[in-house]
């Protein structure tokens, strides 16, 4: 099976979680610190994809500083396993505001969430005046409705990438191969993390409702209510078997990708076309294509531009896609 380069998710974020900060704190001629804390949905790390492109994104930024920038920017990584731990990691990091490293007050914080479901988190938490926060891969809806987005006003951002560009031309291989054999069926089988009605900033079951208009049938199956660890490994894997012949799946599932993946290498994926978003995943034997959101490179270009910029002074949104060489394919 094909996997992407990484090191172990626990020693990377031993490696990281420490500040690029290594001054003696006595030194008065030092200038305010900037903070930089990524917050993961719990159990989000280790998907390789959209996560892992995250952390990565988060490394090229630190090993790309200049060696004035690396002595007063800091790096905090949130990567627990529920949510409760997430908000009383929060609640830790905003108990202060200043270095731990310098004793110094931070010049500049930013905050990054990855995930819809940590928004809620920012009520409880408290966020300095001259905080920011950015919200990653959240569908506009959602993000208008963000807590304390009046209050935050210019200083809270969103940064997506759509694979909507990707997906009309998976449907267009639909519409050719089901209009050229009455053999294969107009169905597309969805595999998300969220809610069936969910909107989700990849834009895909947008993108096939608009192509087909309502013309085709869509099988929507969620992790929202499936279940964790283990249970949701197998139900993943059980899903490969489900996939009928002839029709068409979208696999969206971050981390649970590679147990489907698993049964559709194992037992085979029949006439079903499969497609895997976000997921390098595949191998010589077992080939299925991919549409890829580089996230990495989006954030780190992000990350730069903020830190030279003004405060509160970046796009309150920025969309990425297949138009600006964000999202890639090999349908």
Known sequence: MKTRNLLPIALLLTLISCSSNDDDSSDTSMPP???????????????????????????LFKQHLSAGDKNRVEFH???????????????????QDTS??????????????????????????????????????????YFQQTPKAGWLGTRLHLLNISAAEAARKFCQ???????????????????????????????????IDEYFSNGISKRIYSTEYMGTGNEAFNFAYIMGSIIQDGSYAVCNWASLNAALYANLYLEGSGDAE???????????????????????RALYQWLERWLHAPAATMPQKEWHGAWDGYTTDNI
């Not at 903070?35 to 952390?55: H, K, M, S, T």
């Not at 997430?86 to 609640?91: A, D, F, G, T």
């Not at 054999?181 to 089988?189: A, F, K, L, N």
């Open 33 to 59: 610190g900037i903070e930089v804390c990524i917050v993961f949905a719990p159990n989000e790390l280790g998907d390789q994809g959209y996560a892992d492109r995250v952390l990565e994104g988060m490394l």
């Open 173 to 207: 291989r639909i519409d050719s191969e089901t209009n050229a054999d009455v053999e294969r069926q107009r169905e597309v089988w969805l595999f998300q993390g969220y809610e069936r009605d969910e909107v989700l900033a990849d834009s895909i079951n947008q993108a």
């Open 77 to 95: 990584y949130i990567a627990v396993s529920d949510t409760d731990a997430v908000r009383n990691e929060l609640l830790r990091r905003n108990q």
């Open 100 to 141: 731990p490293y310098t004793r110094r007050a931070y010049e500049r914080r930013l905050l990054i969430l990855t995930d819809r479901s940590l928004l809620h988190l920012l009520i409880d938490v408290p966020l300095g005046e001259t905080d920011e926060v950015l919200v990653m891969n959240v569908a506009d809806q």
């Open 274 to 296: 499969v497609i895997f978003v976000d997921t390098e995943i595949g191998s010589s034997a077992k080939y299925y294509p991919t549409i890829i959101r580089h996230y990495d």
